[in-house]
C-alpha cells in the first residue's frame, strides 16, 4: 500500500468519522465542529486528487462561509450549549434502515458497474477554469454563471427579506 | 335543416337567461327557448318525414361535420335518424312542460332556468351526435346541472342524493369512457386511422376480443344512466330529492341518454358482444323490471314510488335491447318515448301536490280528487300510462317489447319475458294503491280544502305532455314508422 | 256486400261524447250532461240496429251464409313484417248481436241514471264514463284482431275501475275498484301470454287469419304449436288456456270471481250495465270469437266446462246466504256466465252439434235483459230505501208497482220458466249437456233449482215479508227511471221468442233449434220447486230461514264468507307478495344494493382517514418516505421486473 | 495513486451520502439538519471530481459541476438559515417536531 | 434568449425602482397601487412580446436552445404569471416587501426558462435551483404568521434534501456515460443499474417537484401555510415547468431507457392519483384540498406522459394550459378571499354565493374544469390525458384513472356543496373586486371556455410537437 493510498484511507477515515460524528453528537456546536472536520477531509482529499482549485473552493466558501454561518446561526440562535433532544426510536430505526439499505444498494450497484479509470492527465489549472467559465461558446459555461450570479442576487434578496427584523418586531 | 339550431337555442335562450333581470324576463326567456325549441323539433319531425318521402335513404339526414381535434381525428359530427328524431321530441316536450312547471321558482330563478336549459342543450346534443367524441362530451355536459338542480332546489335529504347522482353518474361516464376509448383504439385496423366516427366504426368489424372486453364497460356505463340492475340506487334518491323540474327531466330525458347509448353505441358498433352478452343483460333487465316493481309496492313517498317505477319501467328498454330483435329493440326505443312523457308527467303532478301539500307521503294524503280535480285526474292519467292502458303510449311501448322478446323460442328468453309481462299487474298493484289512497278515499286532511287547483302555467304544462302520451298512445304509427328503419339498423346486420 | 263507414260512428259517438263530458262536462255542460249521454247512445244503438237489420235482413248473403264482414280495417302499429295490431270493424252474427245488445243496454241504463244520479255532484263524469266504456265494450266486440280486443279489454277494465271507484271518497269503493282492476288484470296477463303465444306462434294477429291457420288442414303454424310443448303440455293448449284465463277472469269465473261482488260498490245502473249485461260477458265472447280453434283442443274445452260448471254451481250456492241484494245478483251473474261458458264448453263446431254454442250466446243475449233489468230494478229499490241490505226491505210492491212487476218479470226469466226470456235460452245450454255430458247435466239442472230458490228469496225479502220502514215516500222515481224497466221487462219476456239459432251458429249457417217439450219438463219443475221454497221460507216474515242456516252451521257460515276465497286471496297478497316479496325486496335495495354503494363511498373515506397518518406534518418523516420511493422504485425495476 | 480504485472513493462519496441522510432524517434541530444536508452535497461534489478526473479528464463538467453545487449549496444554506432564524425569531423554537402544526 | 432578457430587464426594472424608492418615513403601511400598475403592464407588455420575433437555435454550446414549441411554453408560464400578479393585487397592495416579491418571483420564472431551454444537466439543475429557492423565500412571505416558515422551512429543507438525491443520480450518470448533454445521452446508455438508479432520482427529482406520490409530502403542508398567490404559483407555474422539462427529459434523453420510464410512469401515476384523491376526500381548508387536488391532478398527467410520444407531449402541454386557467382561476378567488377576510376552511365559504354570486361561479367552473365536466376545458385535458395513456393499451391504468375521476368529482362537488347548498352562519360578505383580480378572473373564464371548445388550440400544440 503506498503514501498515497495510506493518506486516502486517513482521509477517508477523517471523513466518515467527522461526518458520522456530526450527525450523531448531542452537542450542537460539537457537532458543527465535527462537520468543520469532515468538510477539512473533503478538501484534503481534493488536494489528493491534485484539484486544487476545488479545493481551495471548498475551504473558502465551506470552511470559511458555510460553516461560519452555521455557527453564527447557532449563537443566534442560543443553542449551542444546550443536549439537543432525541428523535423518535421509531424514526431513528427507519432512518437508520433507509440508510443502510440505501447505502448497501448504492455500493452493490457500483460495484456491480465496476467503473475502470482512464489514465488520460487533468489538467485542472486555474486558468483553464477561468477561461471556460466566461467562454460563451461549445464547453463554456457563461451562462451556467450568470444564472447562478441570478441565483445569489435572488438569494441574498430572499434572506434580507426575510431574516430582517420587521419594524413591528423591533417595538 | 341546420341541425346545430337544435343547440344553438338553448344556447341562447340559457346565457340570455343569465343576461336578464328580474323573474319576468328570465320566464319570457325560458318559456320562449323552449318553446322555439318545441316548434324547431316539430319542424325536424316534419323535414325528416319530408326527406324520407323524397327517398332519401341514407343512415342519418342533416349531417354536420367539423373536424374538431383534426390531429386525432376527432369530429364534431351531428345527423338525425328516426330514433333520435324521437328523443329530441321527448326531450323538446319534457323541457317545455319543464320550465312550465316551475313557473314560480322564484329563488335564484335566474340559475335554475339557465341550469335548465344548459341540461337540455346536453341531451340535445347527445341525441344528434354522430361522434363517439362529441356523444361523450354531450352526456357529460347533462350530469353537473342536476347535481346543482337538486342540491340547491332541491328537497328532503337533497345534498346528499344529488352527490350521490352525480359520483354514480360520473361512473357511468367513466365505464362509458373506457368503453369508448377501447373502441377507439382498436378502430381503423384497415385504414390505419383510428376514428370516433359511430357510421365509420360500424361499417367496419372490431375485433372480437375487443367487442368482448369493451362492450360491458359501454352498455354498463350507459346502463348506470338508465338504472341498471345493480347500478340504479341513484334512481330513488335522486329523483325524490330534485325539484320537479328536475326530476322530469332526470326521469324523463336523462335516463334515456343511458338507454340511446347503449343502442347507439353498445348495441350499434359491438353487435357480436351484444349477441354474446344479451343472456346476462337480459337476466339484470327482469331483475330489474320484477325487483324494481316489488320495491315500489313497498314505498310511501310518491316521489320514491314513480322513482322505483322508472326503474321498472327502464327495465323494459334494456329488455328490449337485450333481447336484440327488431321489433324488441324498436319497443326499447318506443318505451323510452313513452316512459319518458309518462314519468314526467307523474313528477309534475307530483309536484303540482306537493307545492299545495308540501308533503308526498302517501299516509298523510288522501281524496285530494275532492279538491284538486285536475292535478287529480293529471295523476291517474300519468298513473293509468304507467300500467300500460291502450289509448296511452305505455301500452304501445311495453306490448312491441313483449312481442320483440317472445320472437325468440328458447325458454330463457321465454321465461324472462313472461316475468316482464307478470310486472304489469305488479304495477298496478302499486298505481292503483297510491292512486286509490291519495286520490281517491276520504279526503285525510281538511287543511287540503281550500287548495287552488291547477294554475294555467301548470295546466299547459300537464296538457302539453299529455297531449304526447296521447298522440302516443292513439296514434302510435307514426311514432313507429320513424324509429323502425333505425331501429331495425341497429340488430339488422 | 257494402257497409259504409256509418258503422264506425257506433263506436265514435260514444267516444266523441266521453271525449266532450270528460274535458268540458263539468264547467260547461253541467246537468245537461245526462242529456248528452243519451242523446249520444240513442244515436248509437240506432245505427246499431240499423247494422244489424242490414246485416242479417237487407244484405243476406247467398246461401244464407253469415260469413264475417270486416267494412273497415286499418293498421294500428306494425310489430314486424307479419305481426300488426290492426284496428277494425269486424261483423259476424256475434259481433252485430253484441252491437246491438251493447247499445241498448248502455241506451237504457244511460236513461236510467238521467234520474238516478241526479244531483250527484261529477254528474258529468259519471256519464264520461259510461260513455268511455260503452266506446270500449263496442270496440271490444267488434275487434278484428287479437291484440285490438285486447286493448279494448283493457278499456273496458279501466272504465269498469272508474265506474266502480265513482264513489272514490268511500274506501270500500275504491278498495273494490282496486280489486277488480288487479284481478282482472292478473287475469289479463294470462291473456296477454296466451296472444304472445297465438301470434308469434301462428304469424298473425287477426283472427280470421288464427283461425284458419290454426283450424285448417295441414297448415305448418298449427302443426308447429301442437308440436312444441312445455312441461308436457303443447304450446297450442298453453296458449289457449291463457286465453281463457283472461276470459274467466274479466267473467268472473272460479277462483278469479272474487272481485264481482265488491264491484258492486259502483253505482247500481253500473252494475246492471257493466256487471250484469256486457263486460262480464266479454269472457264468453272472447271464447265464442276463437271458438274454432277451441274446438280443435278437447283438453281446453274440458277446462272451459268444468271452469263454468263449478261457477255457477259455487256462485249459486253462494247467493243462496248473502244479504246485500247486489251481492246476491252479482253471484247469480257469476253463475249464469258459468252456464254460458260450460255451454260453449260442451258444443262442437259442427252445424249439428252446435246447440252449445247457440244456446250459450242465446243466453248470452236473453241475460243481458234480464240481469240488467234485476240490476236496474234493484237500484230503483235502493233508490227507494238507501240500503243494499236485504233485511232493510220488505213489502216494497205497494209502493213501487211497476218495479216490482219487472222485478218479477226478471225473476221469472231468469228461473227458466216458460215463457219468459231465460226459458228457452237455458233450455237450449241443458240440451246441449245433456247430449254431450251427463254430470254436467245434473249439476246444470240442480243449478236451476237453486236459482230459481234464490231468486225468489230475493224477490220475496224485498217486496213480501215484512214492511220495511221508509223514511221518506218519494214514489218510484222519474219517468226517465222507469221507462228503462219497462223496456226491458217487455224483452225479459218476449226476448226469449226470438229465432236465435236462425241467425247466431258457430259457422253462420243457419239452423233451427229443437224444442223438445218432453225435455223442458225437469227444468221447470226444478225451478218452481225453488220458487216454491223461496216461497215457504220468505214469503211472510218468519224465523224459519235462520233456523235451517243454523242448523247447517259450519258450513252455512262458510257460505256466507263466501268459502274463505278472499281471505286466501288476501292472504296471498298481503302475506306473500307484500311481506316476502315486496318488503324484503324494498329492503334489499335500500340496505343491500344501496347499501353497497354507500359502503363504498364510506370504505373511500374511511381509507383516506386510515392514511391520514402519512401526512404527518413532519419533514423528516416525508424525507424518509421520499427516500423509501426511491430505494423501493429501483428495486423494483433491478429486480422485480 | 492508482492503487486507489474508483470505486472506493465512490464507496467513500456514498457513504458520505447516507450519513448525511440519516442526520437528515434524525436531528431534531434544523440547524443541525442544514449540517446534514451539506454534507449530503459535499458527497455528490467527490462523486462529481472524481468522475471528472478518473474517467471524462478531457472536459471539465464534473469541476464545474461542482462549483456550481458549492455556490448553491450557499445560497441554499443562507436562505435556510434565515428562514430558519425568522421562525426562530417567532417561536422561540428550532426544534422540527414543534414546526408541524401544518398536517393530515 | 429573447424571452430571458425580457425578463431580466424586467427584473432590474423593478431592482432600480427598489433602489430609487423613497425610505418610508411615515411608518403606516404604504400603497403600492402605483407599482402594481407598472409591474402589472410590465408584465402584460412582456407576455404580449413572447409572442413576436422568436428565434430559434442554440447558443452557449448546448446550454441554450429555443424553439417555437419553447416559446410557447415560456409564454404560457409568462400568461400564468401575469394572472398570478393580477391576483395578488389585492394581498400585495399593503405589503411591505412588494418590489422583492417581484424580485424573487420573476427570478424563478427565469430560473424555470433557463430549465426548459437547456439541454445540459447542470443547466438544469442551476435552472431548477434558481426556481426552488427563491420560492421558500417567497413561502415565507406571510411575515407575521407562524404557517408560512413553517411551510417555508419544510419546503427548503425538502428541496434541498431532493436536490441532494437528484444530484447524486446525476453525477452516477455522469459518470456512466461522461457527458451533461441530454443530446448525447441517448446514445451512451446501456441500462446498467447505476443508470436505472439515476433515473429513478431524476424521477424523484422532478416528482419532488411536481408532488408525485411519494415524493409530494410537501406539498399540501406548503400549500396550506404559503400566501394563497404563491401557492397558486407553485401549483401552476412552478409545475408546469417541471412538466415542460419532464417531456423531452423522459421521451428524448431516455429513450434507450423507454420501457422503464413508463413502468415508473405507471406506478407513480397509479400512487399519485389515488393517494391525492383519497388525502383530498377529508380536507376541511380549500388550500390545502386544492393541494391535494393539484396531487391527483399530477396522478393524471403522468397516466398521459406515460403514452407516446406526440400524444404524451400534447396532452400534457395542452392539459398544462387548461390547468394553468383552471387552477388559477379557482385560486384567484381564494386568494381574493384570503387576503380580504383571512378566511380559507370550506366551511367559511358556506353561502358564499348568496353574497358573492359572481366570484362562486368562478370558483364553480374552475373546480368542474379541474373535475373534467364539460363544457369546461378541464373536461379536453382530462379527456386527452387518459386518452394517451390509453395509446399504450394499458387499459387498468385507464379504469384505475376513471374511478379516479369519480373520486376527485366528491370533494369539489362538496365544495360546490358549500358554495351554493349550505346556509353559512357567518358567510364572507359581498367583497369588492377591484380591477386587476377582475381582469385575471375573467382571463381565467374566457381560458376555460375556449381551451377546450375551439379545438385549434390542441392542433396548435400538436403542430409545434409534431414540427419539431
Redesign the interface.
Known sequence: ??I??IV?YLL?AL??GA??L???TRK?FR??IY?LG??VG?AG??FW???E??AA??IV??VG??VV??IF??F??Q?SGRK????STG??V???L??????L???S????????????????NVQ??GT??LN?????????FE??S??????????????L?????EK | MNLNLLLLIPLVSSVGVLCTNGLKQVRAIALTGAAVQLALSLFLLYCFNAARMEGNSDLMLFVADYNWFPSLNIHYQIGVDGISVAMILLTAFVVLAGVLVSWREDRMSKEFFFLLLFLSLGAYGFFISMDLFTLFFFLEVAVIPKFLLIGIWGSGKKEYSAMKLALMLMGGSALVFVGLTGIYMNSGSATGMHTFSIAEIAAQHLPDYVQQFFFPFAFAGFGIFTALFPFHTWVPDGHSSAPTAASMFLAGISMKLGGYGCLRVAVTLMPDAAAHYSSIIIVLATIAIIYGAFATMMQTDLKYINAYSSISHCGFVLLGIGMLTQTAVKGAVLQMVSHGLMTALFFAAIGMIYTRTHTREVKLLGGLLKVIPFIASVFVIAGLCSLGLPGFSGFVAEMTVFIGSWEHADAFYRIATILACASIVVTAVYILRAVGKVIMGPLTDTQHLPFGDATWNEKAAAVLLVAGIVAMGVAPFWLNDLVAPGAALIVGK | MQYHSYIALILLIPLASFLLLGLFGRKRIGVASGIVGVLALTASAGLSLYTAWQYFFVQVPEGGIYRAVIPLKYTWLTFSQNLSIDMGILLDPVSVMMLVVVTFVSLMVHLFSLGYMKGEERYSTYFAFLSLFTFSMLGLVVSTNIFQIYMFWELVGVSSYLLIGYYFDKPSAVAASKKAFIVTRFADLGFLIGILMLGIGTGSLDFGTIISRLTGPGMPESAGMITTSFLGISMLSWALTLVFIGGAGKSAMFPLHIWLPDAMEGPTPVSALIHAATMVVAGVYLVARLFPVFSTDPAVMQLITWTGVVSAVFAAVIACTQTDIKRVLAYSTMSQIGYMLFALGVSGITTENSTGYIGSLFHLFTHAFFKSLLFLCAGAVIHMVHSNEMRDMGGLRKHMPITHLAFLIACLAISGIPPFAGFFSKEEILLAAWNSSKPVYYLALATSGVTAFYMFRLYFSIFHNKEAHLHDHHGEGTLSMKLPLVLLGILSVIGGLFPFASYITPTGIPSHSEMHLSFSIAPVLFGITGIVTAYILYFRASDKSDQISASFGILYRSEYRKFYIDEVYLFVTKKILFKKIGKPAAWTDKHIVDGAVNTSGNMTLLVSELIRGFQSGKV??YA?YF??G??TL??YLLYFW | ????????????S??????????L?????M??M???I??LL?SV??NF??F????Y????DG??F???I??????????A??????L??NHKS??I?DASNLKF | MKSELLL?AVLFIILFMKILEKPDVS?TTTDHSGFLNVVNCLLLLNFIAGWFMNGEGR??????HSSPLLHFEKNVLNLGTLIISLQATEWLRHH??VY?FY??LL??L??MF?MISTDNL??FY??L??ST??L???A??D??KKRSSEA?MKMIMLSAFSSGVLLFGISMLY??TGTMSLYELPFLLDG???QL?ALVTIFAGFGFKISAVPFHLWTADVYEGAPASVTAYLSVISKGAILFVMLPVIYNAFQPLHAYSYRILVLLAIATMVVGNLFALRQTNLKRLLAFSSIAQIGFILVGMSGQSVEGSVSVIYFVLIYLFSNLGAFGVITLVSALTGKESIADYKGFHSTNPGLSWVLAIALFSLAGIPPVAGFFGKFFLLFSGAGQSNYTLVIIAALNMIVSLYYYLKVIKALFMDKGDAPIPPLQVSLFPKAALTLCIIGMLTAGLYGDVYGYIYNLIALR
Open positions: 500500500m503506498s498515497s493510498a486516502f477517508s471523513i466518515l461526518g458520522l456530526a450527525v450523531t450542537i457537532s458543527a462537520l469532515s468538510l473533503i482529499l481534493y486528487m491534485e484539484v482549485f476545488i473552493v471548498q466558501v465551506y462561509g458555510i454561518l452555521i446561526s447557532i443566534l440562535t443553542q439537543m433532544q432525541r428523535t424514526r431513528t427507519a432512518a437508520l433507509a440508510s443502510v439499505f440505501g447505502f444498494l448504492a455500493c450497484l457500483i460495484h456491480q458497474y465496476g467503473f475502470s479509470s482512464c489514465d488520460k492527465p487533468f489538467d485542472t483553464r477554469i471556460l467559465m460563451t461558446g461549445d464547453g463554456g459555461f457563461a451562462l451556467p444564472v447562478v441570478i441565483l445569489l442576487l435572488a438569494a441574498m434578496i430572499g434572506c434580507i427579506v426575510i431574516a427584523k420587521t419594524d413591528t418586531e | 423528516q418523516s424518509i427516500i423509501a426511491i430505494i429501483t428495486v | 495513486m492508482n492503487e486507489i480504485p474508483l470505486t472506493h472513493i465512490l464507496f467513500l456514498t457513504a458520505l451520502f447516507f450519513i448525511g441522510m440519516y442526520g432524517f434524525t436531528r431534531r434541530n440547524i443541525t442544514l449540517m446534514a451539506e454534507l459535499n461534489n467527490i471530481v472524481a471528472n478526473k478518473y474517467l479528464p478531457d472536459k471539465m469541476i464545474f461542482t462549483i456550481f458549492i455556490t448553491i449549496a450557499a445560497a441554499e444554506a443562507a436562505v438559515i434565515a428562514i430558519i432564524i425568522h426562530y425569531r428550532i426544534d417536531e | 431580466l411608518g447558443l452557449f454550446g448546448d446550454m441554450f411591505k416587501h422583492e424580485m424573487l427570478s424563478t427565469l430560473g433557463f447542470m443547466m442551476l435552472g435551483e434558481l429557492i427563491p421558500a423565500a417567497l415565507n412571505f411575515l407575521d417555508a459518470g456512466t446498467s443499474g447505476l438508479f
